[in-house]
C-alpha cells in the first residue's frame, strides 16, 4: 500500500515565497563587484583547421581585460565521461557554433566587440553530417587523435572499430538466438522510425560565475551535479578539487541540459588570467548551436509475434547521431541508454538491442529529458500500433495481451509489480477508447515503463532544539521542488511538523556528496537519506519513547544537549526494481485540408507510488506532458550542413498557454517505490508518452501514418495528399 | 549589441534634419521590436538612433464615418486592436492586430515599425492592402502619399527612402456594407508568425460581389495583393463555386520562401484553403 | 565613440532613479546590472519568453527590448515591486504561490507581472482570455496549468477583497 502523508500545511514549496517576489537568486543574478563579462567566439565552420588566431585587435580594445584562445590555455578537454571537448579548439574545429576564443571585458558591449575583432584563419577539410555514412570505411574521420583521450576515471578507452563510433552497446541474446526466434514466429514486423534533435528549451541558458581567493576558486553554475561540476573542473584543470567551491543556486529548468557544463571551464580561465570575477552567460542563439541537444535516431525495429498476437522475440538497431563530441554523454558506454526501452512495458522472451552513437561533423548530443527514451518509446509504441492494424486488433486489446503482469515479468525478473495493464485501462477510460470518434477525429495510446536512476546521496540533518531541525544538502534544485521534498519527508519521519524543518543547500565545500539531480533519482536518493537521518534522529533524541507515533511539534525535549547531528547516506543501486508504468491516451481532430492537427483532450495515467508533494508531483506531469506536446508537434532543431537553423526561441517554437488541450492526471495504483514512504520518480515521465499517443490518434482518425517526429502539419497534409 | 547615440527630436521637422545631418549612420525608433532585434544580431549597426516617442505628429488614432482612420505611426498595434473607432470602421484591422505576436509585443511594436520593417510574413500588410489605406511619408522635399499597396519592394524593403518618415496611414472610409477578416494559419504555436495569412474584404450587393480584396501574408518576398483573384470574384455570386475559383487563383500568384513554418508548396496551397474558408466565412457573416 | 554616460532619470517601483549609462543598452541590463533588481529575468533575449516582462507606465512590455534613453521621464514597475511595503504578497503572487503556479521559477517573474497587467486591464478574465494574454510568457515547466489556475484564482481574490 502507499502511505497517506499526514501532512498539516498546505502543500506550498518552501522557496515559492522567493520565487513569487523574485528574490529567487539564479546564477546570472550574481554580480559581484569588479565583475567581468564573457563572450565567446565560435567557429562558423563544420570541419576545419585553425591555421592561425588573431587576437592583437581585440586586446587592444579598452575595456577588455583578457583574451584567450586554444593556444592560450593548451588542449585542455572536458566530458561528462569521456573528455574529448577542448575548453577552447586548439588545431581544429569540428562543428558549427565550437568555441575558438574567449573574452573577459568590463562591460558585455566591450565582450561582444572584442570577440568581433578576432581574427581566425579556418582550412576547411571534409566533413560528414549523416550519422551512417560516417561509419563508411572512407569518411572523414572526426577525431584520429582519440586514442590519447582520456575519461572521468583517468584511463582512455578501448578503440572502437571505427573510430567515428562514439559508443556501441549491444544488450539482450545473440544473433542466433534471435535468429531462430524470428524463425519461429508466425509473423514479423518491422519499422523504421526517425527522431531529431530537439532542444530542453528552459527559459535560463548555461551560465557560470567564477571568481579566485587566493588559490581557491569560487564557483556559481547553472550546473545541477555541484559535485561532478567541481570533479569536471579539476580533472580538466589540473586544480586541486579542495580548492574548488561550487555554490548551490536556483537553477532556471534543467530537463537534462543542466548536468552538461560549458561556460564553467573558459570562465576558470578567465578569472584566473585577470584575477576578476568572471560572468559568463551562454545567449540562446549559443544554447541552440552548442549546448547539447537530444540526440537525433535512427531506430529500426523488429518484433515476432504469433499468430494470436503474443509478442515472441523484439530487436532494435538504434543509431543516434553523436554530433563532434561525446562529451554531453555521462554514461561511459556512450550511448542514451533509453534506447534499450523501446517495447520495456511488454513482457517479451527474447530481445536484443544495439545502440550506437556516431560522431559527426554536428552540435553534439547531450541529455534531455528520458535520454534515448523519448525516441525508444516513440519508436516502439508506434510499432505497436503498426502490428495491431496488421493483425486487425484494437491497440489497447494487443497491448494488454502482451503487457508485464505480476505473473509474467520482463526475463530480468523486473516489471513483476506491474502497473501497467490497469494505467493502460485508466488511461484508455479518460479519452472514452470505446466509443467510435466521429470523422477526422481519433483516439490514440500508448504506454511505457520508466525505470529510476541509479545514484548516490547523503544529508546531514541538525536538531538545534526540540522543535527546531536543519537539513544540509548539496544537492541543487533545478525545480522540482528538492528542498520541499527533503523537508516534507524529514518532518514526517520525525514526526514534527513541517514548518519545524529548514533545509539549507551548501556548497561543495560543507555539503555532503551528492551526485545531482538527474535521472529522477533526487526524491529516491535524497529524500531516503533524509528519511533515515531523521530516524536516526529519532534515536538519538528519544530512543523508545518516539518510537510510536509522535504528535506534531512534540519531539519531547530530553538529556541530550544541542545542536545534535546525525548523518546518512543513501544509494540507489543501478537495476533497481523502481519500475514507473504511465500511459497517455489522447483524441485529436485533424483538419483535412491543411493537416493541422489538435489534441482535443488528453489523459495521463501514471503509477507514481506514493506522493511526498501533490503540487510538486501534478507539476512534473502536467509539465512533462507539455514538454511531450512540443516533442510531438513542433520541435525540431533543424541543421543542414552542420548549421543549426533555429537561430532564437522565435524559430525553435515551444507550447505556449493556448496550445495546451484539457488534461485529466489520473494516479494509479498502490504499488510502493523505492524512494521514502513508497515514493517513485516523476521528472522524467509525463513526456515518454505523448508522441507515439498523437501519431497513432492521427492515424486513426484519417489513416495517415507517420513514423518521424515531429509530427507538422504539412506531414500529415502531404499524407493526406498521398492516400487521395 | 553595438552601443549607438540615442537622440530624440519633439517635431518631424526636427527629426527630418537630424536624418539629414546623421545619413545613413541613423536608424528611426518606434517601438524597437524590430529594430532592437537586428541590432542585437548586428544585422542593424546604427552609430545613432533617432527615437520617435516624442514627436507628437506621428501619434493619434482619429476616425470617423466620414474621413475614414488615420493611424498615426506612432500609435500601438494594441491601440489598433483595442480602438473603438477601429473597430467599427475598420473590423478587419482589428482582428489582424489582435493576431500580432502577443500583448507584450503588441504594447510596443507601432504601425510605422510594422510597415516599414517590412517582414512578407507581417499581419498588418494585407489587411491595410485590403482597406485600400494609404501611407502618407515626409522626406526632405516635402510630404508624398503611397498605396499601401505599392509600398513594399522586396524582402524587408519599402519604398521608403533612408531619409524619409512615414507619418501615418489613412484607411478611406469603407465602401458600404464591407465585410472584411483575417484568417490567420497557425500550425506551430499560437505565437508565432504565419505559416500563411489571408485578409480579404467583400462588398455584396443583391447576391452579387460588387467589390473583392484579397491579400495574402507569407506569400513571397512582399505581402502580395492578389488582384486576379479579386477580379474573379466581381460580378457573380457568393455561391461556393465562386468563391472556390477564387481561392483557387491565389496560388499561382504566390512565391513562397521555404522557412521553418512550411514549404513553398505548402504554403501555396495553405493559402488556396485559408482563401476559400475566409471567403465563406465573410459570406456566411453577411447571410446571418 | 558612441555616448556611455547620459544621465536618464526615471521612476523604478516608485522610486525616482537617476543612472548615467549609455542609452542604448536594453533597459533589462539597466535594472539587473546597475540597479540591482534581478527579480527581472533574461531568458531568449529577442522578446518571446517574457521573462523580462516589466510593466512600463502601467503597460506590459519586454526590457530586452527597449533602449534604456526610451525610459526618460517614465516608470517602471518590476516584480520586485508588486508586493506591499509591509512586503505582504500582492492577490497574484500569493495566488502563485498556494495553486504551484511555478517549478523552477525562472518565469514566475515575468508571469506574475503580465498576469498583473491582464487583472488591471481586465479583472475577470475567462480562462480563455487568460491563456490568450499569458501566451507571452512561456514555461517549460508547468504545461502552464496551474499558471492558468492562479490567474484565475487572483482574479477572485480581487473580487473578493473590498476595494
Ligand atoms: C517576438 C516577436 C513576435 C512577432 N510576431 C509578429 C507577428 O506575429 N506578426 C507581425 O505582423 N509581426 C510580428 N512581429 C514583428 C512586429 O510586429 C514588428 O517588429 C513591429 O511591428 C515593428 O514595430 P516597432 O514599432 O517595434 O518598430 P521598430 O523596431 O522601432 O522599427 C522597425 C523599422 O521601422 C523603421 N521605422 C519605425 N517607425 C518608422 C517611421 N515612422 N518612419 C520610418 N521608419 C520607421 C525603423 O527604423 C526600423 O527600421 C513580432 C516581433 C517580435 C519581437
Ligand atoms: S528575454 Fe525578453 S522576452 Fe525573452
Ligand atoms: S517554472 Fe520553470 S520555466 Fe516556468
Not at chain 1, 508466425?186 to 532542444?199: K, L
Not at chain 3, 521559477?105 to 487568460?130: F, K, Y
Request: charged content about 20%.
Amino acid at each position: 500500500m502507499t502511505v497517506q502523508l499526514p501532512f498539516s500545511r498546505p502543500e506550498v514549496r518552501h522557496e515559492g515565497h522567493l520565487k513569487v517576489t523574485g528574490s529567487a537568486k539564479y546564477t546570472g543574478d550574481h554580480y559581484p563587484p569588479g565583475l567581468l563579462h564573457v563572450a565567446c567566439l565560435s567557429s562558423p565552420h563544420a570541419h576545419a583547421l585553425i591555421r592561425g588566431v588573431d587576437t592583437s585587435g581585440a586586446r587592444d580594445l579598452p575595456g577588455v581585460h583578457a583574451v584567450l584562445t586554444g593556444a592560450d590555455i593548451g588542449d585542455v578537454r572536458f566530458g561528462r565521461f569521456l573528455r574529448d571537448l577542448p575548453v577552447l579548439a586548439t588545431d581544429r574545429v569540428r562543428f558549427i557554433g565550437q568555441r575558438v576564443a574567449a573574452v573577459a571585458a568590463e562591460t558585455r558591449e566591450a565582450a561582444e566587440e572584442a570577440v568581433r575583432l578576432i581574427d581566425v584563419e579556418y582550412e576547411d577539410i571534409p566533413a560528414v553530417y549523416d550519422p551512417r555514412e560516417a561509419l563508411t570505411a572512407d569518411a572523414p574521420v572526426l577525431h584520429p587523435e582519440a586514442a590519447g583521450y582520456l575519461t572521468m576515471r583517468g584511463d582512455g578507452r578501448e578503440l572502437p572499430e571505427h573510430l567515428n563510433l562514439q559508443g556501441d552497446l549491444v544488450a539482450g541474446r545473440s544473433e542466433e538466438e534471435m535468429a531462430s526466434a524470428f524463425a519461429a514466429a508466425d509473423r514479423v514486423f518491422e519499422h523504421t522510425f526517425r527522431t531529431p534533435r530537439q532542444h530542453q528549451g528552459y527559459i535560463e541558458p548555461h551560465g557560470a560565475v567564477v571568481w579566485f581567493e587566493g588559490d581557491t576558486c569560487h564557483v556559481i553554475s547553472t550546473n545541477k551535479a555541484p559535485f561532478t561540476l567541481r570533479a569536471h573542473l579539476a580533472t580538466a584543470t589540473g586544480h586541486p578539487a579542495e580548492q574548488i567551491v561550487v555554490y548551490n543556486r536556483f537553477i532556471g529548468g534543467d530537463f537534462g541540459g543542466k548536468g552538461f557544463s560549458l561556460d564553467e571551464f573558459v570562465a576558470f580561465y578567465l578569472a584566473r588570467a585577470t584575477g576578476r570575477p568572471v560572468r559568463s552567460v551562454m545567449s540562446y542563439v549559443e544554447e541552440l548551436s552548442g549546448a547539447g541537444p537530444r540526440h537525433a535516431a535512427e531506430l529500426t525495429l523488429r518484433t515476432a509475434v504469433s499468430s494470436d498476437g503474443i509478442f515472441l522475440a523484439h530487436s532494435a538497431d538504434v543509431v543516434f547521431d553523436g554530433g563532434a563530441y561525446a562529451a554531453g554523454k555521462a554514461a561511459p558506454d556512450l550511448v542514451p541508454h533509453g534506447g534499450l526501452d523501446t517495447m520495456s512495458a511488454y513482457s517479451i522472451a527474447a530481445t536484443r538491442h544495439r545502440l550506437r552513437t556516431v560522431y559527426t561533423n554536428s552540435v553534439p548530443g547531450g541529455h534531455m529529458r528520458a535520454p534515448g527514451e523519448v525516441q525508444a518509446v516513440f519508436a516502439g509504441e508506434t510499432h505497436v500500433d503498426l502490428i495491431a492494424g496488421e493483425l486487425g486488433l484494437d491497440p489497447v486489446e494487443l497491448r494488454r495481451r502482451n503487457l508485464l503482469r505480476p505473473g509474467s515479468p520482463a526475463p530480468d525478473g523486473t516489471g513483476a509489480q506491474s502497473a501497467a495493464g490497469e494505467v493502460l485501462s485508466r488511461a484508455a477510460e479518460g479519452v472514452d477508447w470505446a466509443t467510435q470518434p466521429t470523422r477526422g477525429r481519433g483516439t490514440g495510446i500508448a504506454v511505457y515503463r520508466r525505470k529510476g536512476g541509479a545514484g548516490r546521496g547523503g544529508v546531514v540533518l541538525r536538531a538545534l532544539a526540540p522543535d527546531r531541525f536543519e537539513i544540509v544538502t548539496g544537492a541543487a534544485d533545478q525545480g522540482a521542488g528538492t528542498v520541499t521534498m527533503i523537508a516534507r519527508v524529514a518532518a514526517t519521519a520525525l514526526g514534527v511538523d513541517e514548518s519545524c524543518v529548514e533545509v539549507v543547500q551548501q556548497p561543495t565545500a560543507v555539503a555532503m556528496f551528492d551526485q545531482g539531480a538527474g535521472a529522477s533519482r533526487v526524491t529516491r536518493v535524497l529524500g531516503e537519506a533524509a528519511r533515515l537521518a531523521a530516524l536516526d534522529m529519532r534515536d538519538v533524541l528519544a530512543g523508545d519513547v518516539l518510537a510510536g507515533a509522535v504528535p506534531a511539534g512534540a519531539v519531547p525535549a530530553c538529556a541530550v544537549e544541542f545542536p545534535v547531528e546525525v548523518t546518512r547516506e543513501a544509494e540507489a543501486p543501478r537495476g533497481e526494481a523502481s519500475d514507473t508504468f504511465g500511459a497517455v491516451a489522447v483524441e485529436v481532430e485533424v483538419d483535412e485540408l491543411t493537416g493541422q492537427i489538435t489534441v482535443v483532450r488528453a489523459a495521463l495515467a501514471a503509477d507514481t507510488g506514493t506522493v511526498i508533494n501533490p503540487l510538486s508531483h501534478r507539476g512534473q506531469l502536467e509539465g512533462g506532458f507539455a514538454f511531450g506536446l512540443g516533442a510531438a508537434l513542433m520541435e525540431e532543431l533543424p541543421v543542414e550542413d552542420g548549421q543549426v537553423l533555429a537561430g532564437s526561441l522565435g524559430d525553435y517554437k515551444l507550447p505556449t498557454a493556448p496550445d495546451m488541450p484539457p488534461l485529466t492526471v489520473i494516479n494509479v495504483g498502490d504499488t510502493p517505490g523505492p524512494g521514502p514512504f513508497g515514493a517513485k520518480p516523476v521528472g522524467e515521465f509525463g513526456n515518454l508518452g505523448v508522441a507515439p499517443a498523437i501519431g497513432n490518434a492521427v492515424a486513426r482518425a484519417v489513416g495517415v501514418r507517420l513514423q518521424q517526429l515531429p509530427l507538422p502539419a504539412e506531414a500529415v497534409w502531404a499524407g493526406l495528399a498521398e492516400r487521395a | 549589441m553595438r552601443l549607438f547615440d540615442y537622440h530624440r527630436p519633439t517635431t518631424v521637422g526636427e527629426t527630418s534634419a537630424l536624418m539629414a545631418e546623421l545619413g545613413d549612420e541613423a536608424a528611426l525608433l518606434a517601438g524597437g521590436t524590430s529594430l532592437m532585434n537586428l541590432a542585437k544580431l548586428g544585422l542593424a549597426e546604427p552609430a545613432h538612433v533617432i527615437a520617435l516617442r516624442d514627436v507628437d505628429e506621428l501619434h493619434g488614432l482619429d476616425g470617423d464615418p466620414v474621413q475614414g482612420l488615420r493611424l498615426g505611426a506612432m500609435t500601438t498595434l494594441r491601440a489598433v486592436e483595442t480602438s473603438e473607432s477601429v473597430r467599427a470602421l475598420a473590423p478587419g484591422l482589428a482582428e489582424a492586430a489582435h493576431h500580432v505576436a502577443t500583448v507584450r509585443i503588441r504594447n510596443q511594436a507601432t504601425v510605422g515599425g510594422n510597415l516599414v520593417h517590412a517582414d512578407p510574413n507581417q499581419d498588418l500588410p494585407p489587411m491595410l492592402m485590403v482597406y485600400d489605406a494609404v501611407a502618407r511619408i515626409t522626406g526632405p522635399d516635402g510630404v508624398r502619399t503611397v498605396p499601401v499597396a505599392d509600398m513594399f519592394v522586396g524582402f524587408f524593403e519599402s519604398v521608403l527612402e533612408p531619409d524619409e518618415i512615414l507619418d501615418s496611414v489613412s484607411v478611406p472610409p469603407c465602401a458600404p456594407g464591407l465585410r472584411s477578416g483575417y484568417l490567420k494559419f497557425l500550425p506551430r504555436t499560437q505565437d508565432d508568425y504565419s505559416t500563411i495569412a489571408v485578409a480579404a474584404g467583400l462588398q455584396v450587393r443583391d447576391g452579387r460581389i460588387t467589390h473583392a480584396r484579397i491579400a495574402v501574408a507569407g506569400g513571397g518576398s512582399t505581402a502580395v495583393r492578389c488582384r486576379a483573384a479579386e477580379t474573379a470574384l466581381v460580378g457573380n455570386g457568393t455561391d461556393d463555386a465562386t468563391l472556390t475559383a477564387a481561392a483557387d487563383i491565389v496560388p499561382g500568384l504566390l512565391d513562397p520562401v521555404a522557412d521553418g513554418r512550411g514549404s513553398s508548396g505548402y504554403k501555396r496551397d495553405m493559402a488556396r484553403v485559408c482563401t476559400q474558408r475566409l471567403l465563406q466565412r465573410l459570406v456566411a457573416e453577411g447571410a446571418a | 565613440m558612441p555616448d556611455s554616460g547620459k544621465r536618464i532619470t526615471f521612476t523604478v517601483n516608485g522610486l525616482e532613479r537617476d543612472v548615467v549609462t549609455a542609452p542604448a543598452r536594453p533597459i533589462l541590463d539597466v535594472l539587473r546590472e546597475d540597479l540591482g533588481l534581478t527579480g527581472t529575468k533574461e531568458g531568449c533575449s529577442v522578446g518571446v519568453c517574457g521573462a523580462c516582462s516589466v510593466l512600463i507606465d502601467g503597460q506590459l512590455m519586454s526590457a530586452c527590448l527597449i533602449p534604456v534613453g526610451e525610459l526618460e521621464g517614465r516608470a517602471v514597475t518590476t516584480v520586485e515591486g508588486l508586493a506591499d511595503e509591509d512586503g505582504r504578497l500582492s492577490a497574484v503572487q500569493q495566488a502563485f504561490l498556494t495553486c504551484g503556479g511555478f517549478q523552477c521559477g525562472i518565469c514566475t517573474p515575468g508571469q506574475v507581472v503580465a498576469a498583473t497587467a491582464l487583472l488591471a486591464e481586465c479583472p475577470a478574465p475567462s480562462p480563455e482570455q487568460v491563456r490568450d494574454w499569458m501566451m507571452g510568457n512561456l514555461c517549460r515547466c508547468t504545461g502552464y496549468y496551474s499558471i492558468v489556475s492562479a490567474v484565475l484564482e487572483a482574479a477572485a481574490a480581487g473580487r473578493e477583497e473590498p476595494a
